[in-house]
């Protein structure tokens, strides 16, 4: 499919909504101690997205055309979190909270990340897929298990790219270890694009099942007719 001019424009402004959406959600994260209270925040963020009907890696849309513009996707929500995480060069608070998320991110080392990455990618095609379909029939559901599956997402320290990215620059990550910033990003990235395309090939072959099973029975009902 031919991407056109306007196509790129209009994913690229997405991505900066979804990009801001989820970096002001990230800097209102760290201003909260309480760890329930923390994951709402992020959680709020994604769903604003949406509403906005803004475009977040790994899973902007259902849509081909959408899924080959996913790198441009990536550089944009990255460029929309920037703005937000500039607070943290008035706020001495909120850099040292965020140097402390980071540290435990590192600590735990890529496996880990790589892991709870491709779970929220994995968990982020779903509510993205939810949303596109169930939204239109009953919003306020919609929202509400969005919401919450988000925020079970975040008690759990599933980890997205775009979030990471925030903390990282936050907390002077990207000067004090600028390789294991770069490395973390990269690995975050890669495992939300996995999980993502992952939750893509299960919804495809639950629908295939699906719709094989429907069609078996159609024809044994017509048989007996």
Known sequence: MEIRSSDVARAFFRGLLAGMCIGIG???RLFCENRLIAALPPAMGLCCALLLKGALFPCPSVRALQASLLALILISNLIGALPPSLL??????????AYRLCA???EAGYL???????LCGFLLFFIA???TRFYSRGPLPTFFCALMAVTAGSLFNLEHCVANMSYLFM?????????KAAALCAV???GNA??????YALGACFKHLFYSRASAIDKTYRKKK
Not at 171 to 179: S, V
Not at 194 to 199: H, I, N, P
């Open 129 to 131: 897929l939810g949303w």
């Open 171 to 179: 907390g002077d990550m990207h000067f004090r270890f600028p390789l």
């Open 188 to 190: 975050t990235a890669a």
């Open 88 to 97: 943290s060069l008035v706020d001495p608070r909120l850099k040292l909270a």
């Open 194 to 199: 996995l999980g993502a395309r992952l939750g």
């Open 104 to 106: 435990r991110m590192l």
């Open 112 to 118: 880990a990340c790589l892991l709870n990455a491709l």
């Open 26 to 28: 990230c800097c209102l």
